[in-house]
């Protein structure tokens, strides 16, 4: 009954949107709709514009009214617009007299000046002029993009104006696209009552509380990082600072201070409720209840709202407006459940008060100690007890309650390795009936050669342009064209040179692809399947008859890819909360989110798929160097995919009514939550989930949250692994540092330099400042880690194995676990596991292994960690590792990945089916052993896995939008085994200097670059 309400519960959560629009019901293409998109920026962008001012004539000021019209070209880059050309001309009155001219100016809309000549018309002259421009307000002086424009021309006759400069036919719009505001404004409201008194015997157990919140904060999220300059002084402030945090952990434990500070509690409200006298020194029942009450209060109205801002800066930065609206819940409940005379009500309202009082106090501490608000986070052991959150039920609520959004149940996920992305990727698109999302940060036009990049054109060929004269042939038959469209930021799409085949895609029927020399037969194939399609069209009685009826627009607008653009260059959106005392424009905030979605549906939980990936469209995704991970989703989780890309577009400036009809939310089919209820248990239906978001730039970000809760709540003996390619992300290493100090076991793994798929010196110089605050804490107080049952260990992905090379790793993990004894010790294998590993090394050692040739896309020597995931698993969890069936689940998952590299050819290259394109091994065995653990022992099993495009930096934390897919529930067991390879393939470090090799240092100059800009790395 209980699961049945709480699937109902989601289904009623789901279906939200689709009740509150109001938005009529759009019309699909193929009954004579239309479909909007964002598409492509043009190059050359309309300006238009009213000054007025004063000219000196004849010594004597005169008015200037004028109006202007012009063209602007970036030569530069288009994204930061950092410079052009701008030509316009003018028409206006000097003093009663009518005045024209011209003007040509080289304009840097990033520096927001311009610098050129004017003509006039009236004295026939050529003289000097310089323009400043300024949004006023983020969006612009009307919220359209519009700019003050402050021209000063010089010579003889100087004249200054003042005025609006506005852009126009834009079909995307400036001053819509990005947040208005740039911080969260919190209000410093105090209560209107004056604070109540509390007793004597309340007062001496608030300081306790006060004395433990306090330790609590400075051992959950222990702030300690690298500043100014770097080198040897900023390592010195550095040990000093974990010199500190050492010897607070060893002075006490976060468990006790935590039971320490809602024991405090518990004895001030009782106190306070004692007779009204303030002087009881233990518990009652009533004060105990009021105590829960107080801490229930606590959570939902001041941490979790406070705590949702993470990575978000703060103007005003203070919980004192979350406070009074908790006074006043408190204040409810006391009179409506509390069961309290009126006269002791004062008393408990003055204990919640300095309860609210020490929880400003800390965040305070925090704010001082991060200078800033971004990574503030008021640690949730502060209104939750030990037992309170160390089931997977009480865990997967509390995510539920700090996201805003339901996990799912009845899911069905596989895990995609590598190249059968891009398999996976054409499929998709082949399935798609209703409609195709390809929502992607890089679509590459050309590859690091310069060259048309191969991997995009096999997808506008053998997926695209093949998989709509499929759908154009059966139309008669169906009536249904899908819509297809792509989401690409505009960062990527300009660095890419995505132009040359979104061109294509949005005009299939007409437009011709113009390749360099050597390409020909590329265009040939290309022309090819384009005069198929018009074939197929032409053929098709009933698109030839609703051509002739709805015209060739709405054919043109049916048959295409419709191509969204998004966070176009826009200057009139700029901040100083980026970089160190310098305004940088948004459009460096990227959306790095990469995800599919096809005919997912309110109609039916288990229609259509989609893919969370953290891999591109482009050759270097699909090499034999590249390490990356992807996650196919069948089930309830999709749904909100298809929200998200609904609210991009209209975050872009897209209005509702114009969203496309199959974005639009619908009802849920009454039977949706049957369907859950009956595939939920089912094998390979087992999987809670919920998709996880960043979004771009200065908005929300409940991925940032949910993750901070799993590593700050994690119970003592959990393990959280971590492989990521941009390790620098000064909270999360803080936090991971205090999970460490909470006894949990903790693995970083990083690439070396020679492994990175991204190498930009910010980026490393962060990477390895991080990682050295790592392995310094570990010799500064690794006992007191140890003392608590915890871990902190460094790995760096340093792997020379190539990516092909599936014995190979298995050997790697013998070798790594021999060699590192705490490696045996934290996985408990038994010696059958150990032998068995020797043996099947030894049997796949003779078997072919694929190898790279000269003409491998872009492969580099080494493979190049790009994964970017999340593995968590509590203690009783962590205990499936003692089994001994991981030599037979490995036996079976290797062939059948070896089967996968083997037909490797088949699925980047023509992206044919390929046998095994999914491996779900060991299911059975892992449900087996959950069922015969005691029931005690299964509800303390915690298995949570994140897996998707944002990575372990400050840059993903706080600007880029980024998307993880959480799986609650036990994981795949190819991932585990896939997570153990990576683990073998690491050196683990225990030594600074050793650090320095293989991430050296950089000098004082890049160090401090990389400190001013530290957000965009």
């Keep these: 009954m209980r699961r049945g309400l709480r699937i109902t519960l989601v289904a009623a959560c789901l279906a939200v949107p689709a009740a509150a629009t109001g938005q009529p019901p759009a019309r699909l293409p193929a009954d004579g709709g239309t479909t909007f998109s964002l598409g492509q920026p043009g190059v050359w962008l309309p300006t238009g514009g009213l000054s007025t001012g004063l000219e000196r004539r004849d010594g004597e000021a005169v008015a200037v009214t004028e109006l202007r019209g012009g063209m602007y070209v970036e030569l530069l880059s288009r994204v930061l617009g950092l410079g052009g050309l701008h030509a316009e001309g003018y028409g206006g009155l000097l003093d009663t007299r009518f005045n024209g001219g011209v003007r040509l100016r080289a304009v840097s809309p990033f520096l927001r000046l311009g610098i050129g000549v004017d003509y006039s018309g009236m004295d026939k002259q050529v003289r000097p002029l310089v323009s400043f421009t300024h949004p006023v307000r983020r969006g612009g002086v009307r919220h359209d993009g519009s700019m003050m424009r402050i021209d000063y021309r010089g010579g003889p006759e100087r004249m200054v104006t003042v005025g609006v400069e506005v852009p126009f036919l834009r079909k995307i719009p400036l001053g819509t696209t990005r947040p208005h505001e740039d911080r969260v404004v919190l209000r410093d409201r105090a209560s209107p009552d004056a604070p109540l008194p509390v007793g004597r015997g309340a007062v001496a157990a608030l300081d306790s509380a006060r004395h433990a919140a306090h330790r609590i904060q400075a051992l959950i999220v222990p702030w300690a990082d690298h500043t100014g300059g770097g080198g040897r002084a900023s390592d010195s402030a550095v040990v000093q600072r974990l010199r500190s945090i050492g010897a607070l952990a060893r002075a006490t434990t976060v468990e006790h201070e935590v039971r320490r500070w809602h024991a405090a509690l518990d004895v001030a409200f009782s106190a306070a409720l004692h007779d009204g006298t303030g002087d009881a020194a233990h518990v009652t029942p009533e004060g105990r209840r009021a105590a829960v009450a107080a801490r229930a209060v606590l959570l939902d109205e001041v941490i979790v709202p406070y705590d949702r801002l993470l990575g978000q800066a703060k103007d005003h930065d203070t919980t004192r407006d979350f406070a009074l609206l908790a006074r006043g819940a408190f204040l409810r409940w006391l009179h409506v459940q509390g069961g309290l005379s009126r006269q002791a009500i004062p008393d408990a309202l003055g204990v919640v008060g300095a309860m609210l009082d020490i929880v400003e106090e800390v965040r305070r501490t925090a704010h001082a100690q991060w200078n800033g608000s971004r ?134 029927l007409h437009h011709r692809v113009r390749l360099k020399a050597g390409f020909g037969a590329w265009e040939d194939s290309l022309a090819a399947a384009q005069q198929a399609l018009r074939d197929a069209v032409a053929h098709s009685s009933l698109l030839t008859a609703q051509r002739r009826h709805y015209g060739e627009g709405w054919l043109r607008s049916l048959v295409k890819v419709h191509v969204n653009i998004t966070n176009v260059s826009d200057p009139s959106f700029t901040s100083w909360r980026v970089a160190t ?42 090499n034999l160097s590249w390490e990356d991970r992807s996650l196919l989703v069948r089930g309830p989780a999709n749904l909100s995919l298809k929200t998200a890309a609904r609210e991009l577009l209209l975050s872009q400036g897209v209005s509702p009514a114009r969203i496309p009809a199959v974005l639009r939310p619908l009802p849920l089919a009454p039977d949706y939550a049957a369907l859950v209820e009956r595939n939920r248990g089912l094998p390979g ?21 949910t993750k901070a809760l799993l590593y700050t709540l994690m119970p003592a003996g959990s393990v959280i692994k971590i492989p990521d390619s941009l390790w620098n992300g000064t909270f999360w290493g803080s936090a991971l540092l205090g999970a460490s100090l909470r006894g949990v076991r903790v693995l970083v793994i990083a690439p070396t330099l020679a492994n990175a798929p991204a190498r930009a010196f910010g980026s490393m110089i962060r990477s390895r400042e991080l990682l050295w605050r790592f392995v310094m804490a570990e010799q500064l107080f690794g006992d007191v880690i140890r003392r608590e049952g915890g871990l902190l260990k460094v790995g760096l992905y340093a792997s020379e194995i190539p990516v092909s090379n599936v014995p190979g790793k298995i050997l790697s993990v013998r070798t790594t676990l021999a060699r590192e004894p705490w490696l045996r010790d934290l996985f408990a294998f038994p010696p059958s596991v150990y032998e068995g590993l020797e043996e099947l090394a030894a049997t796949l050692g003779a078997l072919p292994i694929p190898v790279r040739d000269g003409n491998e896309f872009e492969a580099r020597e080494r493979p190049l960690l790009h994964l970017k995931a999340n593995f968590i698993a509590s203690r009783e969890a962590w205990s499936v590792m003692a089994r001994r069936d991981w030599v037979e689940l490995t036996r079976e998952f290797v062939p059948r990945r070896m089967s996968q590299l083997q037909a490797r050819g088949a699925a980047v290259a023509s992206f044919g089916d390929t046998t095994g394109a999914r491996i779900d091994v060991g299911g059975d065995v892992v449900r087996s052993w959950y069922e015969g653990l005691p029931a005690a022992q299964r509800d303390r099993v915690v298995f949570y896995t994140l897996i998707g495009s944002a990575n372990q930096n400050d840059r993903s934390m706080v600007s880029d939008g980024e998307a993880s897919l959480l799986m609650a529930g036990w994981p795949s067991v190819t991932a585990t085994i896939d997570l153990i390879s990576l683990i073998g393939q690491s050196r683990w470090i225990d030594d ?15 160090t401090r670059i990389a400190h001013w800009f530290k957000f965009a790395f």
């Design 375 to 508: 990574f503030v986070w008021l640690p949730l052991q502060l209104a939750l007890e030990p037992e309170q959150h160390d089931t997977q039920q009480e865990l997967d609520a509390l995510v539920a309650h700090m996201a805003g959004e339901p996990v799912t149940d009845g899911n069905d996920i596989s895990y995609v390795i590598n190249e059968q992305f891009q398999y996976q990727l054409s499929r998709t698109v082949h399935a798609a009936r209703e409609y195709h999302v390809l929502w992607t940060h890089d679509f590459r036009g050309k590859d690091g050669r310069g060259d048309p990049d191969e991997m995009s054109f096999r997808h506008v060929l053998r997926s695209y342009l093949a998989a709509m004269t499929a759908r154009v042939r059966e139309y008669d038959s169906t009536g249904v064209f899908p819509t297809y469209l792509i989401i690409l930021d505009e960062w990527f799409y300009r660095a890419n040179t995505a132009r040359l085949w979104m061109d294509l895609l949005e005009n299939p």
């Design 581 to 622: 005392a310098f305004p940088v424009p948004d459009t460096w905030m990227r959306d790095h989110r990469k995800l599919v979605v096809y005919d997912v549906s309110e109609r039916d939980p288990y229609r259509g798929e989609s893919i969370v990936t953290g891999a591109g469209i482009g050759e270097h995704y699909a």
């Design 685 to 705: 239906r087992d999987l809670r989930a919920l998709l996880l978001q960043n979004r771009t730039g200065y908005a929300d970000k409940s991925l940032n949250v």
């Design 992 to 1006: 600074p200097a050793v650090l320095d090799q293989l991430l050296p240092r950089r000098g004082a100059l890049a």
